[in-house]
């Protein structure tokens, strides 16, 4: 399948632009749910983050070899791929041609724009283009060569005329002899189309008019009239248009056909000048009746060093972004498209990245190659990365970890809120409490931390144990979030003194969350119940003024449930008693509660 063939199937619905009747089917773009074009997406990620570290004060002539070999490395992405798809499968097709088109516009706009080769190398490069895109001839000459009798083959001339056609005259030269060796009687006419055939592209001007004369002397004197091949390829050499167009088959497009006439007939080209010789060519090449497709109108408009009509006309006719936004930002960062800005303050090169990075958001995994990109338009990538990033399902932890990552480097800090609590309250519906609390924490949400430390403490009351001890023991710093978190820590915190029989620490401890107050007075009873078994220690551990903190505590604890007990709830009732130690010991009660 050639690239025109290819092309036409895939974009023949943009032919008329008359106005005419279509339907139109909208599809979602499917090219990022296919696993060998996400390597594309891939692989070129890393080109583009190369390429935005390039420094901006360099020399341009330092430059531009870096920029031509990042054209080189997208293009050999888009070939890699390409050739993976075909290995694969008939139905992969639709996008091998779009792949081969994609490739070469590429090729041709690294040609004109990126590497701007100047009118001397100028066709040499127009050349290895279409060679490039032409590769049909090497593979008939292979089976040609491998025959028994390649000068016999039915594909021998065709393969001859092939090679002309593309300026490889040197095997060109070499297959003719195997011609020569066939027939002794006309190897002198051979020998003369060697001789033909051995100036090469860089003998300009002058030495290439000689040898122009001499091709058209040998012409004129009916020096090949007895072999119409070898005629036919000395009319080619001068360029004669009829011979050039009855040879359409395998010059197969416009394109090949214009740079073989360059070639031939205008080798000192400038590039001011391509897009006469391009649009004559396309004209005298297709059809009268037949409309230019979209890939030849995108190729006429690089002819003519149209780059925004390129761009443009890519975008309407390809079916994702991929394509025009790694194009344009190379483009951008040669310089190229400076003066371009479109009227709602972003340019070209920012809106097209936008687009795509938009569209990779999409998928599962692609959306976080999407983040750099966001982060390299300067004027609405946040905006537009604050927008997209809410929308990526947080369907695991991990997967929240890595969006809330993304929002932390960046200092999104709404979004860090946004995702943690939807976190937070997921993992509290399910009953997991240590992690709704670190979701909590890492918000900064107070209230919430609140609320999860209060089932934290209402399950220690039912089940009489802490759960998730170890996220407990390492709070530090973030129990200071909230007043109920901080006395969530600080219990813990005296039962591993109470553990470690650090009996006088606990003490102290346990007595600061009432009287400071940290402690909610719902608690308070747990607490004045943890004492009793400080209490009872054969050593005095309270001291004096403690104890007497102790019981204020239970007094003003005792004189609440009065005020509050209804008729169905009785008083709580404790007996204190006292006793006197020796004059070194300090008075201590036992507080029991019944």
């Known amino acids: ?31 990022i749910y296919s696993p060998i074009l996400r390597k594309l997406f891939n692989e070129s990620h890393h080109i583009f983050v190369g390429l935005q570290t390039i420094r901006e004060d360099l020399p341009s002539k330092s430059r531009k070899p870096q920029f031509v070999s990042i054209s080189k490395n997208y293009r050999s992405v888009i070939r890699a791929c390409m050739e993976e798809l075909q290995q694969v499968s008939v139905c992969c097709l639709f996008q091998v041609s779009i792949l081969l088109a994609i490739e070469l516009i590429w090729n041709l706009c690294e040609v004109l724009f990126i590497d701007a080769a100047p009118a001397g190398s100028l066709l040499l490069h127009l050349l290895d283009w279409v060679r490039l895109h032409k590769a049909d001839v090497d593979e008939k000459a292979r ?30 030269r070499q297959m003719l002899m195997k011609q020569a060796t066939l027939q002794p009687a006309a190897r002198n006419m051979y020998k003369l189309m060697d001789t033909l055939g051995t100036q090469t592209l860089t003998e300009f001007d002058v030495k290439w008019r000689h040898w122009h004369e001499e091709v058209d002397r040998c012409l004129q004197d009916n020096s090949f009239a007895s072999n119409k091949h070898l005629e036919i390829i000395c009319k080619l050499l001068l360029g004669d248009e009829d011979i050039l167009l009855d040879h359409k088959e395998l010059l197969g497009t416009w394109y090949h056909f214009l740079v073989t006439r360059l070639l031939f007939c205008h080798p000192t080209v400038k590039p001011a000048e391509l897009h006469y010789y391009a649009q004559s060519c396309m004209t005298m090449f297709l059809d009268s009746r037949s409309v230019p497709e979209p890939l030849d109108s995108i190729l006429l408009a690089a002819f003519e060093f149209d780059i925004h009509q390129v761009i443009k006309d890519c975008s309407i006719a390809l079916n994702n972004w991929w394509f025009v936004a790694h194009l344009t930002d190379l483009l951008d960062h040669c310089k190229l498209l400076q003066s371009h ?146 006395f969530l820590g600080k219990y813990r915190e005296f039962h591993k003194l109470y553990e470690e029989k650090r009996f006088t620490e606990a003490a102290k401890l346990l007595l600061s969350l009432m009287t400071a107050k940290i402690a909610p007075r719902s608690f308070w009873m747990t607490l004045l119940t943890d004492a009793l078994p400080l209490l009872e220690q054969k050593e005095v551990i309270f001291s004096a003024d403690q104890t007497y903190e102790l019981m204020y505590c239970l007094g003003e604890l005792t004189s609440s449930l009065n005020s509050e007990a209804t008729g169905t709830d009785r008083p709580m009732q404790v007996r204190i008693s006292t006793y006197s130690l020796n004059p070194a010991q300090i008075t201590v009660c036992k507080i029991k509660a019944f």
């Open 341 to 486: 800005n479109l009227h709602f303050g972003s340019n070209l090169r920012e809106f097209l990245l936008l687009e795509y990075a938009s569209g990779l958001f999409t998928h599962h995994s692609l959306w976080q190659l999407a983040v750099d990109y966001f982060d390299h338009c300067p004027e609405f990538g946040r905006v537009y990365l604050e927008l997209q990033i809410e929308r990526v399902p947080l369907d695991t932890e991990r997967k929240a970890l890595k969006v809330l990552r993304i929002c932390e480097q960046r200092q999104m800090s709404e979004q860090v809120r946004s995702i943690c609590k939807i976190m937070a309250m997921r993992a509290l519906r399910n009953n997991r409490l240590g992690s709704a609390l670190s979701w909590s924490i890492r918000a900064k949400d107070a209230a919430f931390a609140t609320l999860i430390s209060e089932r934290f403490l209402q399950d220690y009351c039912t089940r009489g144990t802490f759960s998730d001890l170890d996220l407990i023991d390492n709070l530090g710093p973030a129990m200071l979030l909230s007043d109920r978190l901080t």
């Open 1 to 31: 399948m050639t690239t025109a063939s290819a092309w036409s199937g895939v974009v023949s619905g943009f032919r008329n632009r008359s106005g005419s009747s279509f339907i139109h089917e909208v599809r979602k773009d499917e090219d």
């Open 143 to 172: 089976e040609v060569l491998q025959s028994d009798s390649p000068a016999e083959h039915r594909d021998y001339w065709d393969v001859v005329v092939s090679y002309v056609l593309q300026g490889r005259l040197d095997e060109a």
